[in-house]
């Protein structure tokens, strides 16, 4: 099936350091979503976007809907120790009607102290 | 409390044996996810149902089978034919409509023994 290129695969900051990541696709999407999982526990959605351009935040979080259609970004200010965790991206194609999500394989963060 | 809630939150299985996991949802949602989750990786679509009494495959359906004879509940059960059965299993509901919003409940670990 359809796949979203997440980066980093991977992240090792600094508590109180900023973090930035991005989903990529070749394909156009009319909604964004991010979502959050802590280890045993489903995702939470953090942030949903559904205009290009739209540039929305979520107390430390930021994400953007890329101009383009065809990518997105989150960022987290001032990280702590709770944001550890992995972090999805997901997508909805354009056009697609009621088609499933495509997620990325998602970005995990570790926050050291 | 309106949610998503799936149970149990362990299940173990001796190899051979068929096995259903429980999805319910008060969120009067009329889409509804299984996505299989495995350490370390992305989540992958099992089945998915638009509306009651229709589904269709996901990705990865091969070994798994589904019920939708009620709004409020999509039951999943892992069959002896799933070569590897263990994982974390996602169960996700949306409202089905254009640029919605999909809620994902807290998962069941399936173990084989």
Known sequence: GQQLNQSPQSMFIQEGEDVSMNCTSSSIFNTWLWYKQDPGEGPVLLIALYKAGELTSNGRLTAQF????????????????????????????????????????????SVIA | DGGITQSPKYLFRKEGQNVTLSCEQNLNHDAMYWYRQDPGQGLRLIYYSQIVN??????????????????ESFPLTVTSAQKNPTAFYLCASSTGRFQETQYFGPGTRLLVL
């Open chain 1, 66 to 109: 890329g101009i383009t259609r065809k990518d997105s970004f989150l960022n987290i200010s001032a990280s702590i120790p709770s944001d550890v965790g992995i972090y999805f991206c997901a997508g909805q194609l354009w056009n697609s009607g009621n088609t499933p999500l495509v997620f990325g394989k998602g970005t995990r963060l």
């Open chain 2, 54 to 71: 229709d589904f269709q495959k996901g990705d990865i359906a091969e070994g798994y089978s589904v019920s939708r004879e009620k709004k």
